[in-house]
């Protein structure tokens, strides 16, 4: 079993910067995995932000066309966590953030984005207020 808990959210204005952090842990072998970022809003679908493969993998990264240039993930694999990294903070970027882990990949981590379903694990996500 592995556990994601994330943490980082809060109130900012917009222009503002947050960094969102999801720590994996659990007795599951998890080198290598997936690791997601997710955000839904009130009403809205799950948005997927990032992506980047984890934990003694190669690190590679993706952002979405949506947040690229404002967004960054990034990880440490000795601290077995992964950020996301959210600069230029706008009104619209309110909403829950989620970590999520595919557990062994077979193909590259950013084309787990367009199939949420295959995420093993989830975080309980972390709340993101932007206000004006």
């Known amino acids: 079993e592995v556990q994601l808990v994330e943490s980082g959210g809060g109130s900012v204005q917009a222009g503002g910067s947050l960094r969102l952090s999801c720590v994996v842990s659990?007795?599951?072998?998890?080198?290598?995995?997936?690791m997601g970022w997710f955000r839904q809003a009130p009403g809205k679908g799950r948005e997927a932000l990032a992506a980047?493969?984890?934990?003694?993998?190669?690190?590679?990264?993706y952002v979405a066309d949506s947040v690229k240039g404002r967004f960054t993930t990034s990880q440490d694999n000795a601290k077995n966590t992964v950020y996301l990294q959210m600069n230029t903070l706008k009104q619209e970027d309110s909403a829950m953030y989620y970590c999520?882990?595919?557990?062994?990949?077979?193909?590259?981590?950013?084309?787990?984005?367009?199939?949420?379903?295959?995420?093993?694990?989830w975080g309980q996500g972390t709340q993101v207020t932007v206000s004006s």
């Open positions: 999520a882990m595919v557990l062994s990949p077979t193909r590259p981590c950013s084309q787990y984005l367009e199939n949420q379903v295959l995420y093993n694990y």
């Open positions: 980047v493969h984890s934990f003694s993998a190669d690190g590679t990264a």
């Open positions: 659990g007795d599951t072998f998890y080198s290598g995995a997936c």
